[in-house]
């Protein structure tokens, strides 16, 4: 069966607009290419009492949670709080990863530095090759960091424990058409292939040189390109600027 | 009583990676400049029945809530029809857009023009000095379309419509101090001031001439101060880079 995932990117600065986002569009390409169906994002304040709600509600429904941000010493970084609340267990400090600060830090090693290493009892710490620092696994939920540069690092860890081996295939068509003028036809692709999802996207970009996207997505490659023939036969040849 | 928000982005081109979200940022800096708090997002595909939910838990707890994308004439703009879902009423023309869409298109009207028309029953059509075209507004939803460009000229409806004058207030301080050594100040502030938000966010932009940028938030000018202040008073003025 065909896997799920949600994401839960927990910050103020999102919220407030102090922050652009940047986390998500990594993570929502990693996983279509792994073939996992991203279902749902939700952003959230730094509350412990929000983000423990949100991880037990996406945990539930969703076979993988990725968290985006709240890991790190400050007083508002209450991700792991809120995921061992999540899961009604206790914070413990991990031994291996109070080992990596030591080795890390040697003689400047705080208390403060030791706070990375407190986790929710029974979690654990996954690697890899390209990856010095742990991340924090509890049950189905991976814990990321919401530093683009760190989190971008670690989808790594969701390609090695992740492949599937069931990917989407995915099609697209730019055009010198517009939405109302595409509308009959997309219906009628829409309701004969039930399989793949279609899109369609113009543009406002005056630089363009198309007025269109249109996207075909599936799992199965024969029912893309069925759906992405018919449509191209609805298209006049003269309209199309190019095909991906 | 202060106003609080929730924004609902529909869209698989987000979840799947193809484009990457641009509109939350333009409306979290607005509610931010409104006053109004921004309290959550949710991004959610294409479907009819989870928009529909998701409207309807949004609505229910949240004062104002703001749509982003599935506004169009194609198979998968299915917002208006979760709208009406969401409140139990039908879809209905508006007399209004129609005569709109007559004056903008002339004799190239087609009936796929006209289902930008479809309102749900009840809905009101919010217009600017800003924005030729309107918005729709059901009960306390905003429908937005998802296009960056539209999406950014729609907030003057928010701007018209929801000033509170309880404006945040917000000041920032970037500081050559890494998050373990700020830890117990921000420990010490965050308990000692909790009619403000503080945020502590350190940057990997090897180019960036600091470490660490705090922030101070809240509803009284004087209580941000105040933290501010002592904020100020337990760094070294040489670490100091800027305060905002």
Partial sequence: MAKTAAALVIGNEILTGKVAEANVLVLARELFGLGIELRRIVVCPDEVDTIAADLRALSDSHDVVVTSGGVGPTHDDVTIKAVAQAFGVRIVRAEAYTTLLRDYYGERLTDMHLRMADVPEGARLAMTQDNRWPTVVMRNVY????????????????????????????????????????????????????????????????????????????????????????????????LVVRIE
């Fill in 143 to 238: 814990v990321f960091p919401g530093v683009p540069q760190i989190f971008a690092g670690k989808v790594s860890v969701l390609r090695a424990e992740l492949a599937s081996g069931k990917r989407f295939h995915s099609r697209a068509v730019y055009v010198r058409l517009d939405e109302p003028t595409l509308a009959p036809l997309l219906d009628r692709l829409a309701a004969g292939h039930p399989d793949v999802n279609i899109g369609s996207y113009l543009t406002w970009d005056k630089a363009a040189d198309y007025d269109t996207k249109l996207t075909v997505d599936g799992r199965s490659a024969d029912a893309v390109e069925a759906c992405m023939g018919e449509l191209l036969c609805g298209i006049a040849p003269t």
